[in-house]
């Protein structure tokens, strides 16, 4: 394609060229090491204050308990799960999944409209790579061209010290990131306890910490962008979930075509020259090694890096910010201004819709679960008038606090129970119990061979804090 107008012509550039290739692979093959530009700017700033408030949030939740429960735990290994301080069970197994469910279409009408914000904002591989592990190059490399002048020097002393300095403390930012993590597997105390009695006392779960460890440096020090590119599912999808209309960072290609290097003094629309001067700063700076001038590409983790870099450019040279901004397609190439459109309103508004749906399902899920079920292949048996069946019942205390129980039969009326000791029933916080019942009506009460009845668990005060539905068998009877 080549770019025309009366006064000026750029040399015939292939524009899809970029589409023959990985930007971070050279032609043999080989990997490209992405050595960005620290970046700095408006954007960049929002972004430090966001990373920084969710490392807090990661650093300092296995902490916080809620009525003595940990605000998070997800023990798959004793099957515990906390989520919000309130402890889910395997029977609340749908309501996890329901969850699940909700949040992979969450995800998907988020990333429909609002585009790849999250992998540019709240993502743990780019908080972590960007605000901590880049964090700590820069510090001990320096900038871009310190970094790539570093990597092509003899290994001699500034180069060694830097480099086991920095993987040195990788290892231990990997390490650390690994015990948190474990704090939301297995609870901070037994993290603490684990570093207290050593490994041999705990070394299956020290091999599962030292693995994690390693994935993570190996992640952070070396896989690093590829993570986005080539191995995250959600990156993969991108293709099939944006549009036109999805807000995305965008370079203007109308403003900012025909690009060409700045001259001072020149009136660059009288020669037919974009807004664009061509200084590769939104490449240099990308962590993804991309040109983002090359359009929406599938490496692009919207970090914004490319906007804060560019509007330094533009300032620096006079002419207006926002040649890379947030945007939809369709506003760049109809020239429009960013509006909040009604399509993005009614999602947002379906999107706080499915939240509080999440929110309802964990809060009404009740604090006790009761289950009456009858033993396999018991039946029903008759004495003296009166039909008795046998149930085991399995309560379930979700809460951390005690609970003094009683059961009774809601409908039919007139059951008796037999508790085979005492009626009233103690369970303790967080306990699981099992035990048999019978029950018993008096004959001329059941009209039907199965015959529904609803068993109902009440609390102290007499409080109805569970029922469950089941049938009380009798004798074959003829239909009336
Ligand atoms: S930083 Fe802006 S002006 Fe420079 S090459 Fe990129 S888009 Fe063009
Ligand atoms: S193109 Fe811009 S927003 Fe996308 S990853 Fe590169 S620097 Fe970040």
Redesign the pocket.
Known sequence: MSIQSDNFQVPEIDYDDFRNSVGTMDETGNRKWVYPRKPKGKYTNYRNYTSNFLLLLFFGLPFVKINHNPFLLFNVIDRKFFIFGQPFYLQDFFILALGAVTSVIFVMLFTVVFGRIFCGWLCPQTIFMENVFRKVEYWIEGDRNRQMKLDRQEWNSEKITKKVTKWSIFVLISVIITNFMFMYIIGYEDVFKIIMEGPVDHSLQFLGMVGFAIAFYFTFAWLREQVCTLVCPYGRLQGVLIDKQTINVY?DFKR?EN?SKWRNGEDRKDVGKG?????????VVCPTGIDI?NGQQLECVNCTA?ID??DE??EKVGLPKG??RYATEAEIENQEKFKFTSRMKVTTLFLALLIGFLGFLMYDRGSMEAKFIKPAGSTFFIRDKKITNTFIYTLLNKSNEQKKLSIKVISPKHAEIDFFGSDKITLKGDQILKGNINITFPEKDIKFSKQNMTIGVFDEKGKLIDSFDTVFEGPFQLPL
Request: with cysteine; net charge neutral; charged share 20%.
């Open positions: 370079y900012g690009r807004d664009c001067i061509d200084c590769h700063q939104c490449v001038r490319c870099a560019c450019v533009m040649l890379i």
